[in-house]
């Protein structure tokens, strides 16, 4: 909605064109049903095309961009193989679309993920309208696109995320992945601006439901509060609070039961005002079950969560919807 | 659905609200109840049964009598945003509409405020979105959902909102707080329960006795407040209540302040007794006096001399002890009826004798300390200087108390020495009203006529001019009646402080507070449904003539203002008191 991105621009304010160094780190993940290590990059590009015509509601990581220029990507490319130490796993994110040519020019996405050539599995992000591209990185490596879908309910998808794009046509690019023979990984958002708490958990699940047959991995992102976004102002007016870990708990639980491919959930902030967060008193239990479900998928590890809090949640679950506005 | 007014006070006021069989009294609650969550035993509305949840825009469960979905952006979002949603929105509303002050609106028999949460955290913001709803839907009812407690229900009451619900407090209740109509406290840090309800007896020991708790404390507070409304006292009830939240203070300043027009319109023009606080001086129906006063009065024609006299504790001022003393010096004197006696008093500013049973003159209670506060002090200075620029006296003799005469300024003869009512004092004052033997002598026809007639320019505006013309006055004050011809044709009610019309008054009147009525012989009472047009000076408690075409059918007092008799389909607009 026209009318929502000039909010979400108006909040974005002045980009910054200062140069910054790319992101690395070490985390696990898991292959083939075994636990191994992944190594991540965040690769500096001039970022997301979609954010700098305004963007979606919840999204700041337009702050991790600047305005690269072409020498520079191949640099960082350089100095991260340096640090690699052959994880199996390489996951390479831009803060935006590697199929994007404005972000990584054509010629230079395959050379990227050739100079990883002791990983089993390449992992990279995009949107779907630079599907299109997928052409530029033909390879005979295990190669995972990442796509976000947020939400399959096209009303969240353009009044309240501001995602520029509808179901169907996420749909049709996410079939084309699977046509290239690449995995699809799904993002899906826990608890978009402006729904509530009941709407959130209602909409993660109604979205598994649509993508259950196509994708491969299916990845919750319960929102955390990014600066300089909608979602941001909206908290600071105590308009939106992030996902209850009961809230995110549910998603999980319910979408093991429909769908038998792998569930990941990396709570971003947890258990900070910022982030997904209980009472306060639980959320560390929380926390470390659901990481635990990330690795293991074993629902049993929710079993004994308790914690008195639950009463507030779901008082809020009957309830919110009833304060309009 | 039907909704029947059957009290006004302030801005807001008690009706019926009849849904099928059952009848409900308004302002009200709507109770929450679900499987999970009880509704107390007294809950005449259900929200959850009565009217369901329809669900969210994302995820809308439309059905009859639901609380509709709805898109709602937030208050400070850009306008075309909320054009946007009201557009997405509109499809959903039937019983039920939502309003904003930033959207269209649809016709329903509810109306909900969007965004209450949000604006109530900003007072202006708030008053503001309630006055602009009120433009919309006029006088329909109005449920402001989710900020309601027994602490803040009179104050959103006051403000024009209707209906509320339990929902504040469900949420607060289990984070452990114990309400009282004073404040918030969590329940394990109240020493002693200051209520007497079946669970405070008992003792507190589960979410359930809190919740009752607190709905009992909700419930007494929606008594307490239709009672106020009753006795035409919430305003009182409203400011004592502004110790307990710096916001209610604020929203009183404000209304005050910025929405004299709204509230104006819909102040009752007579009230009940004014215990005056620092508040008072702004109230929108002592602001009415002094605008009146300001705008459409004039001193009687024939005075040439202006005394201004002190108030007296007792009402009307003619009653008490000094100025009984006062009137006996006035009345000693030759050609007393040229002198204008005006009484300066907080927080109504100036009163002209005349006036002195017209609502609020008769009707307060101020605390006389002596002291003045300088809001009072400017008020008084600004009220003197227009008053005696705009009105032509020849001579002002100024007899007030030294504590409020050392700090005004005005161009007059002292008389006060100490005490208003001293030896010193008064014999100073029967000195200086003997410069009335120096004008021309006014007869007391000539001074009761002129008396009468400001009493009229006051009560009616300027036809009072041509209303008196021709007309004599017979009785002793306040006994005052107007004839014409030999014919009554208004009399002086000094309960109300305004003069009643005979018909042959009411053709005097001509098109001035006029009614315009259907086709029919009003008897007894004429309802809204009946109305086809109102002058829209017209306010609660005026006197008012009662026409079909330019046929005078009769006359009466009115029980709503002109808009809302145009408005409403229901509800006594006028009590007649005479027709053809």
Same mark, same amino acid.
């Given at each position: 909605?026209?009318?929502?991105?000039?909010?979400?621009?108006?909040?974005?304010?002045?980009?910054?064109?200062?140069?910054?160094?790319?992101?690395?780190?070490?985390?696990?993940?898991?292959?083939?049903?075994?636990?191994?290590?992944?190594?991540?990059?965040?690769?500096?590009?001039?970022?997301?095309?979609?954010?700098?015509?305004?963007?979606?509601?919840?999204?700041?990581?337009?702050?991790?961009?600047?305005?690269?220029?072409?020498?520079?990507?191949?640099?960082?490319?350089?100095?991260?193989?340096?640090?690699?130490?052959?994880?199996?796993?390489?996951?390479?994110?831009?803060?935006?679309?590697?199929?994007?040519?404005?972000?990584?020019?054509?010629?230079?996405?395959?050379?990227?993920?050739?100079?990883?050539?002791?990983?089993?599995?390449?992992?990279?992000?995009?949107?779907?309208?630079?599907?299109?591209?997928?052409?530029?990185?033909?390879?005979?490596?295990?190669?995972?696109?990442?796509?976000?879908?947020?939400?399959?309910?096209?009303?969240?998808?353009?009044?309240?995320?501001?995602?520029?794009?509808?179901?169907?046509?996420?749909?049709?690019?996410?079939?084309?992945?699977?046509?290239?023979?690449?995995?699809?990984?799904?993002?899906?958002?826990?608890?978009?601006?402006?729904?509530?708490?009941?709407?959130?958990?209602?909409?993660?699940?109604?979205?598994?439901?649509?993508?259950?047959?196509?994708?491969?991995?299916?990845?919750?992102?319960?929102?955390?509060?990014?600066?300089?976004?909608?979602?941001?102002?909206?908290?600071?007016?105590?308009?939106?609070?992030?996902?209850?870990?009961?809230?995110?708990?549910?998603?999980?639980?319910?979408?093991?039961?429909?769908?038998?491919?792998?569930?990941?959930?990396?709570?971003?902030?947890?258990?900070?005002?910022?982030?997904?967060?209980?009472?306060?008193?639980?959320?560390?239990?929380?926390?470390?079950?659901?990481?635990?479900?990330?690795?293991?998928?074993?629902?049993?590890? #929710?079993?004994?969560?308790?914690?008195?809090?639950?009463?507030?949640?779901?008082?809020?679950?009957?309830?919110?919807?009833? #304060?309009?506005? | 659905?039907?909704?029947?007014?059957?009290?006004?006070?302030?801005?807001?006021?008690?009706?019926?609200?009849?849904?099928?069989?059952?009848?409900?009294?308004?302002?009200?609650?709507?109770?929450?109840?679900?499987?999970?969550?009880?509704?107390?035993?007294?809950?005449?509305?259900?929200?959850?049964?009565?009217?369901?949840?329809?669900?969210?825009?994302?995820?809308?469960?439309?059905?009859?009598?639901?609380?509709?979905?709805?898109?709602?952006?937030?208050? @400070?979002?850009?306008?075309?945003?909320?054009?946007?949603?009201?557009?997405?929105?509109?499809?959903?509303?039937?019983?039920?509409?939502?309003?904003?002050?930033?959207?269209?609106?649809?016709?329903?028999?509810?109306?909900?405020?969007?965004?209450?949460?949000?604006?109530?955290?900003?007072?202006?913001?708030?008053?503001?979105?309630?006055?602009?709803?009120?433009?919309?839907?006029?006088?329909?009812?109005?449920?402001?959902?989710?900020?309601?407690?027994?602490?803040?229900?009179?104050?959103?009451?006051?403000?024009?909102?209707?209906?509320?619900? @339990?929902?504040?407090?469900?949420?607060?209740?289990?984070?452990?707080?114990?309400?009282?109509?004073?404040?918030?406290?969590?329940?394990?840090?109240?020493?002693?329960?200051?209520?007497?309800?079946?669970?405070?007896?008992?003792?507190?020991?589960?979410?359930?006795?809190?919740?009752?708790?607190?709905?009992?404390?909700?419930?007494?507070?929606?008594?307490?407040?239709?009672?106020?409304?009753?006795?035409?006292?919430?305003?009182?009830?409203?400011?004592?209540?502004?110790?307990?939240?710096?916001?209610?203070?604020?929203?009183?300043?404000?209304?005050?302040?910025?929405?004299?027009?709204?509230?104006?319109?819909?102040?009752?023009?007579?009230?009940?007794?004014?215990?005056?606080?620092?508040?008072?001086?702004?109230?929108?129906?002592?602001?009415?006096?002094?605008?009146?006063?300001?705008?459409?009065?004039?001193?009687?024609?024939?005075?040439?001399?202006?005394?201004?006299?002190?108030?007296?504790?007792?009402?009307?001022?003619?009653?008490?002890?000094?100025?009984?003393?006062?009137?006996?010096?006035?009345?000693?004197?030759?050609?007393?009826?040229?002198?204008?006696?005006?009484?300066?008093?907080?927080?109504?500013?100036?009163?002209?004798?005349?006036?002195?049973?017209?609502?609020?003159?008769?009707?307060?209670?101020?605390?006389?300390?002596?002291?003045?506060?300088?809001?009072?002090?400017?008020?008084?200075?600004?009220?003197?200087?227009?008053?005696?620029?705009?009105?032509?006296?020849?001579?002002?003799?100024?007899?007030?108390?030294?504590?409020? @005469?050392?700090?005004?300024?005005?161009?007059?003869?002292?008389?006060?020495?100490?005490?208003?009512?001293?030896?010193?004092?008064?014999?100073?004052?029967?000195?200086?009203?003997?410069?009335?033997?120096?004008?021309?002598?006014?007869?007391?026809?000539?001074?009761?006529?002129?008396?009468?007639?400001?009493?009229?320019?006051?009560?009616?505006?300027?036809?009072?001019?041509?209303?008196?013309?021709?007309?004599?006055?017979?009785?002793?004050?306040?006994?005052?009646?107007?004839?014409?011809?030999?014919?009554?044709?208004?009399?002086?009610?000094?309960?109300?402080?305004?003069?009643?019309?005979?018909?042959?008054?009411?053709?005097?009147?001509?098109?001035?507070?006029?009614?315009?009525?259907?086709?029919?012989?009003?008897?007894?009472?004429?309802?809204? *449904?009946?109305?086809?047009?109102?002058?829209?000076?017209?306010?609660?408690?005026?006197? *008012? *003539?009662?026409?079909?075409?330019?046929?005078?059918?009769?006359?009466?007092?009115?029980?709503?203002?002109?808009?809302?008799?145009?408005?409403?389909?229901?509800?006594?607009?006028?009590?007649?008191?005479?027709?053809?």
């Amino acid at each position: 909605m026209k009318e929502l991105a000039s909010v979400t621009k108006k909040f974005k304010g002045e980009i910054t064109k200062k140069f910054k160094k790319p992101r690395i780190w070490k985390e696990k993940d898991v292959l083939n049903g075994k636990i191994v290590d992944a190594f991540v990059l965040i690769l500096r590009t001039r970022g997301c095309r979609w954010s700098h015509k305004g963007g979606c509601t919840m999204c700041g990581y337009f702050k991790e961009t600047y305005d690269v220029k072409e020498d520079e990507i191949l640099k960082q490319i350089k100095e991260a193989v340096k640090i690699y130490e052959n994880e199996k796993i390489v996951k390479i994110f831009t803060s935006g679309s590697f199929l994007d040519e404005r972000e990584i020019p054509s010629h230079m996405q395959k050379k990227i993920i050739e100079s990883f050539s002791k990983a089993e599995k390449i992992v990279i992000e995009s949107r779907p309208e630079f599907i299109k591209n997928i052409e530029n990185i033909k390879s005979n490596k295990r190669i995972e696109i990442a796509m976000g879908l947020e939400s399959a309910n096209d009303r969240v998808l353009e009044y309240s995320i501001n995602k520029g794009f509808k179901y169907a046509e996420w749909r049709k690019w996410a079939e084309k992945v699977k046509e290239y023979g690449k995995e699809l990984k799904v993002y899906i958002l826990i608890k978009p601006p402006f729904l509530t708490e009941k709407d959130a958990i209602k909409d993660a699940i109604k979205s598994v439901e649509k993508v259950k047959d196509i994708a491969d991995t299916l990845s919750f992102n319960p929102v955390a509060i990014h600066s300089r976004t909608v979602v941001e102002f909206l908290w600071k007016k105590n308009l939106y609070r992030p996902p209850w870990l009961w809230s995110v708990v549910e998603v999980l639980r319910k979408s093991s039961e429909i769908y038998d491919g792998m569930i990941k959930c990396d709570v971003v902030a947890g258990g900070k005002e910022r982030g997904s967060h209980n009472c306060g008193k639980c959320d560390k239990d929380f926390l470390n079950s659901i990481k635990n479900f990330s690795l293991r998928q074993n629902v049993d590890i #929710f079993k004994n969560l308790e914690c008195i809090c639950k009463e507030r949640w779901l008082d809020l679950i009957e309830i919110e919807e009833l #304060f309009k506005g | 659905m039907r909704f029947e007014i059957l009290r006004r006070d302030c801005n807001t006021r008690i009706g019926n609200l009849e849904i099928g069989e059952r009848k409900i009294k308004i302002p009200n609650v709507l109770w929450y109840e679900s499987e999970r969550i009880p509704s107390p035993s007294f809950a005449e509305l259900k929200l959850g049964k009565d009217f369901k949840k329809g669900g969210t825009f994302f995820y809308p469960e439309a059905c009859k009598f639901c609380i509709p979905p709805a898109l709602i952006y937030p208050y @400070s979002f850009p306008e075309e945003i909320h054009e946007k949603s009201f557009a997405l929105n509109k499809k959903f509303f039937d019983f039920f509409s939502i309003v904003s002050p930033k959207w269209d609106f649809k016709k329903a028999s509810i109306y909900i405020m969007a965004n209450a949460k949000e604006l109530f955290s900003n007072p202006r913001n708030f008053v503001n979105a309630v006055a602009e709803i009120r433009k919309k839907i006029g006088y329909c009812l109005l449920y402001a959902p989710g900020i309601a407690n027994p602490v803040n229900f009179p104050v959103l009451c006051y403000c024009g909102i209707d209906l509320f619900d @339990s929902l504040y407090i469900v949420l607060k209740t289990r984070e452990k707080i114990y309400f009282t109509s004073e404040g918030e406290y969590e329940i394990d840090e109240v020493e002693e329960y200051p209520c007497s309800c079946k669970w405070c007896k008992k003792g507190i020991e589960s979410y359930e006795d809190l919740l009752m708790h607190n709905y009992e404390a909700m419930k007494n507070e929606v008594v307490k407040t239709r009672n106020a409304i009753y006795k035409n006292e919430l305003r009182e009830y409203v400011e004592s209540r502004s110790h307990f939240d710096a916001k209610f203070a604020s929203i009183i300043r404000i209304m005050d302040t910025d929405y004299f027009g709204y509230q104006e319109k819909r102040f009752p023009l007579v009230g009940n007794k004014i215990i005056a606080s620092p508040y008072s001086l702004k109230r929108p129906d002592i602001n009415r006096f002094r605008e009146r006063i300001r705008g459409r009065y004039k001193k009687p024609e024939c005075t040439k001399i202006l005394l201004l006299l002190p108030c007296s504790a007792k009402k009307p001022y003619s009653l008490s002890k000094s100025h009984k003393i006062f009137r006996r010096v006035i009345s000693n004197c030759i050609n007393r009826y040229v002198i204008h006696e005006v009484i300066v008093t907080s927080p109504i500013g100036i009163v002209p004798r005349e006036l002195e049973y017209t609502y609020p003159s008769a009707h307060y209670d101020v605390s006389v300390t002596g002291e003045w506060s300088r809001e009072e002090l400017e008020m008084v200075q600004e009220m003197l200087d227009d008053f005696i620029s705009k009105n032509n006296y020849e001579y002002v003799i100024n007899h007030l108390p030294p504590e409020i @005469s050392e700090k005004i300024d005005i161009d007059a003869v002292k008389t006060c020495i100490e005490h208003p009512i001293s030896q010193k004092s008064l014999g100073k004052l029967k000195d200086e009203i003997k410069i009335a033997e120096e004008f021309e002598n006014v007869r007391h026809t000539v001074r009761k006529k002129d008396d009468a007639k400001s009493i009229l320019l006051y009560q009616f505006g300027e036809i009072a001019e041509k209303f008196m013309e021709e007309c004599s006055v017979k009785g002793k004050y306040p006994e005052y009646k107007i004839y014409y011809m030999e014919k009554q044709v208004a009399s002086f009610s000094s309960k109300r402080g305004l003069f009643s019309l005979t018909l042959a008054g009411g053709k005097r009147l001509g098109k001035n507070y006029w009614v315009e009525i259907d086709d029919f012989m009003p008897r007894g009472s004429i309802f809204a *449904v009946g109305i086809k047009n109102a002058d829209e000076r017209i306010r609660i408690g005026d006197e *008012v *003539v009662v026409y079909y075409g330019e046929e005078l059918r009769g006359v009466g007092i009115s029980k709503m203002n002109g808009e809302e008799m145009v408005e409403a389909d229901a509800g006594e607009a006028v009590k007649i008191r005479h027709h053809i």
